[in-house]
């Protein structure tokens, strides 16, 4: 579309395109930035000449565009004058409709959530009654089924008779798996009491067998004492009296050997007879023990420990028994045909005793002699 009052400046357009469209001017020198400046003004002047002719053209177009629009405000506001009350007429009873639509819907909602809260309670029973008794479980299930199910559910009805079934189901296994859990509890409690008396009356055993071992020891030692003492006494009394004295103090020296020997075989008979009835009665006890407590690690790995100090007691009994043998095997060897024969062979060894490097060997030697010969 032209418009003629812009033609002059559309005109002019061409040329002024021609004459500075890309020119680039000399700005950082005197002459050209004159130039530069006298060819802005030039087409600013046209410029603003344009606008200035298209604010002078279009007042009369404002003006009656103003006049359209007052008019059209002015028709409107009497129109919606006669339109506004029909229209609220209108929207206060559609809102009236709609309030008592979703009061409707509220209350159908209400009435359904509550049936379905009924029911709800109802199955939430085995979840909310988890970890009772049995006894107390009993006690659930009855109240449980005496929860009426009636017309008041309406057409829940039918659902609340299946989940209270269901409900009654679900207990009536809780009722079962917990029974089960409580007596096998009393059984495994059971188990473990009688497990920690077998264990006190073993470390009761074990205590009297070392306290037996200690005495045993004692008594050895004590022998031995006793024979190494009886030896000094003899060198002594070898050097102080005549062959009748030291005859004398050996029989005597015989005499409590023989005695301790007695006293330490009926000792070791004791308690070796102790021993074999508390071995016995512990490997039933044991076995009876395994047994019970097969599924229980823990205690079959005390049961192990048991069998294990047994185990230690027999190897320390078999030590014994050898000790034992050697001895009776180092009496035999040093046993004499007569105990003229011995005495010869002990006053022999006494009175040479300083040609032997080991004094102490011999004077055992001389003991071993006495306690077999004498």
Same mark, same amino acid.
């Given at each position: 579309?032209?418009?003629?009052?812009?033609?002059?400046?559309?005109?002019?357009?061409?040329?002024?395109?021609?004459?500075?469209?890309?020119?680039?001017?000399?700005?950082?020198?005197?002459?050209?930035?004159?130039?530069?400046?006298?060819?802005?003004?030039?087409?600013?002047?046209?410029?603003?000449?344009?606008?200035?002719?298209?604010?002078?053209?279009?007042?009369?177009?404002?003006?009656?565009?103003?006049?359209?629009?007052?008019?059209?405000?002015?028709?409107?506001?009497?129109?919606?004058?006669?339109?506004?009350?029909?229209?609220?007429?209108?929207?206060?009873?559609?809102?009236?409709?709609?309030?008592?639509?979703?009061?409707?819907?509220?209350?159908?909602?209400?009435?359904?959530?509550?049936?379905?809260?009924?029911?709800?309670?109802?199955?939430?029973?085995?979840?909310?009654?988890?970890?009772?008794?049995?006894?107390?479980?009993?006690?659930?299930?009855?109240?449980?089924?005496?929860?009426?199910?009636?017309?008041?559910?309406?057409?829940?009805?039918?659902?609340?008779?299946?989940?209270?079934?269901?409900?009654?189901?679900?207990?009536?296994?809780?009722?079962?798996?917990?029974?089960?859990?409580?007596?096998?509890?009393?059984?495994?409690?059971?188990?473990?009491?009688?497990?920690?008396?077998?264990?006190?009356?073993?470390?009761?055993?074990?205590?009297?067998?070392?306290?037996?071992?200690?005495?045993?020891?004692? @008594? $050895?030692?004590?022998? *031995?004492? /006793?024979? =190494? +003492?009886? %030896?000094?006494?003899? &060198?002594? #009394?070898? !050097?102080?009296?005549?062959?009748?004295?030291?005859?004398?103090?050996?029989?005597?020296? @015989? $005499?409590?050997?023989? *005695?301790? /020997?007695? =006293? +330490?075989? %009926?000792?070791?008979? &004791?308690? #070796?007879? !102790?021993?074999?009835?508390?071995?016995?009665?512990?490997?039933?006890?044991?076995?009876?023990?395994?047994?019970?407590? *097969?599924?229980?690690?823990?205690?079959? %790995?005390?049961?192990? &420990?048991?069998?294990?100090?047994?185990?230690?007691?027999?190897?320390?009994?078999?030590?014994?028994?050898?000790?034992?043998?050697?001895?009776?095997?180092?009496?035999?060897?040093?046993?004499?045909?007569?105990?003229?024969?011995?005495?010869?062979?002990?006053?022999?060894?006494?009175?040479?005793?300083?040609?032997?490097?080991?004094?102490?060997?011999?004077?055992?030697?001389?003991?071993?002699?006495?306690?077999?010969?004498?």
């Amino acid at each position: 579309m032209e418009i003629v009052e812009y033609s002059k400046t559309q005109a002019v357009l061409g040329d002024l395109r021609q004459r500075y469209e890309g020119v680039v001017y000399a700005v950082t020198t005197a002459k050209g930035m004159i130039d530069a400046r006298k060819a802005r003004s030039e087409i600013r002047e046209w410029r603003t000449g344009l606008e200035k002719e298209r604010v002078r053209i279009k007042a009369p177009a404002l003006e009656r565009a103003r006049l359209i629009d007052s008019e059209a405000k002015r028709i409107t506001a009497e129109l919606l004058n006669l339109e506004g009350p029909i229209d609220d007429q209108i929207k206060d009873e559609e809102e009236r409709k709609e309030k008592e639509r979703l009061a409707k819907e509220e209350a159908e909602k209400t009435r359904i959530e509550t049936l379905r809260d009924r029911i709800r309670a109802i199955s939430e029973i085995p979840y909310k009654e988890r970890g009772r008794t049995a006894a107390e479980i009993s006690i659930i299930f009855g109240s449980t089924g005496a929860i009426s199910i009636d017309e008041t559910f309406q057409e829940f009805q039918q659902e609340a008779q299946m989940v209270k079934d269901g409900v009654l189901g679900e207990l009536e296994k809780m009722y079962s798996e917990t029974l089960v859990m409580e007596q096998e509890k009393i059984r495994i409690i059971a188990e473990r009491e009688e497990l920690v008396r077998l264990r006190a009356e073993h470390e009761d055993w074990e205590r009297e067998a070392e306290k037996t071992r200690l005495e045993i020891e004692a @008594k $050895a030692k004590a022998a *031995r004492e /006793a024979d =190494e +003492r009886v %030896a000094r006494q003899e &060198r002594e #009394a070898e !050097e102080r009296a005549m062959v009748e004295e030291r005859a004398k103090i050996e029989a005597e020296r @015989k $005499a409590s050997l023989d *005695r301790i /020997a007695a =006293e +330490r075989d %009926a000792e070791e008979k &004791r308690i #070796a007879a !102790e021993r074999k009835v508390h071995e016995d009665k512990m490997k039933a006890q044991a076995e009876d023990a395994v047994k019970k407590q *097969r599924e229980q690690e823990a205690d079959q %790995a005390e049961i192990n &420990r048991q069998k294990a100090a047994l185990e230690r007691l027999r190897i320390e009994q078999s030590v014994q028994a050898k000790l034992l043998s050697e001895r009776r095997k180092k009496l035999a060897e040093a046993r004499r045909d007569t105990p003229g024969k011995a005495l010869q062979d002990i006053l022999e060894l006494a009175e040479n005793i300083a040609e032997y490097p080991d004094h102490q060997a011999v004077r055992a030697q001389i003991a071993l002699i006495a306690e077999s010969s004498l």
